[in-house]
C-alpha cells in the first residue's frame, strides 16, 4: 500500500464528489476522514489559525494536481480570494492509483461529505476546531460538560459567538461525534 497514492486518490475523490471544493473543506475533510472515521491518510494534524492544519496536505493537493487528478482555479471575491478544485483530465489515472483504498473508504468519504459537506469554510474551522479540542481532552482522559468544551474553543476562536460553538457542539454530541463531553 502506497500512502502517497492513496492520498492522490482520495483528494481526486473528494474533488468529484465535492461541489466547489477549497482548500479549506479539502484540510478538513482529510482531517475529519482520518479522525472521525479512522481512514490511514497518515497526516499529523496540529491546531492552527483557521483549525487542524496539515502542510502535507497541501503537499499532496500539489502532487494531485502534478498527476492530472485535479485542477486548482483562484476564485476571486469582494474581500479577497479563494481555490476552486476540481477533478483534471486524468483524474481516473489518479483514482487508480489507490483504487483498493478508495473502493474500501468510499463509503466513508461519503459519509464526511454527508456531515460536513454543507458547511463553509467557517463552519468547517469551527466544527473541526471542536473536534480537536474534544480529542485533545479526550487523550488526557478527561471529562469536560459541553459549556467547558465551547469555553476552550471559544479561546481558541473569539470571533465565534459562544451560542454558536455550543450549539454546533449539541449537535455533535447528537451525532454521537464527541469523546470527551459528559453532560
Known amino acids: 500500500m502506497n500512502i502517497a497514492n492513496n ?51 497541501l503537499a499532496d493537493l500539489d502532487a494531485t494536481e502534478a498527476v492530472g487528478g485535479v485542477k486548482t482555479n483562484i476564485v476571486y471575491y469582494p474581500g479577497g480570494y479563494g481555490y476552486r ?25 461519503d459519509w464526511v461529505l454527508t456531515q460536513f459537506g454543507n458547511l463553509g469554510a467557517g463552519g468547517l474551522e469551527l466544527t473541526s476546531t471542536i473536534v480537536y479540542s474534544d480529542r485533545e481532552a479526550a487523550s488526557r482522559s478527561e471529562k469536560l460538560t459541553s459549556e467547558k468544551l465551547a469555553q476552550r474553543v471559544q479561546d481558541l476562536k473569539p470571533h465565534f459567538p459562544n451560542a454558536q460553538i455550543l450549539g454546533l457542539i449539541v ?13
Open 7 to 57: 492520498r492522490i486518490a482520495t483528494i481526486t475523490r473528494l474533488a468529484e464528489k465535492s461541489s466547489g471544493l477549497g482548500r479549506t473543506a479539502l484540510m478538513k475533510y482529510c482531517y475529519f476522514l482520518q479522525t472521525l472515521r479512522r481512514v490511514p491518510l497518515g497526516y499529523a494534524f496540529s491546531l492552527y489559525s483557521y483549525g487542524p492544519f496539515n502542510s502535507d496536505v
Open 85 to 109: 478544485i476540481e477533478p483534471g483530465d486524468h483524474s481516473e489515472a489518479a483514482k487508480r492509483l489507490g483504487g483498493e483504498f478508495l473502493e474500501k473508504h468510499e463509503g466513508d468519504i
Open 171 to 183: 449537535d455533535l454530541i447528537g451525532r454521537g461525534l464527541l469523546r470527551s463531553v459528559q453532560n
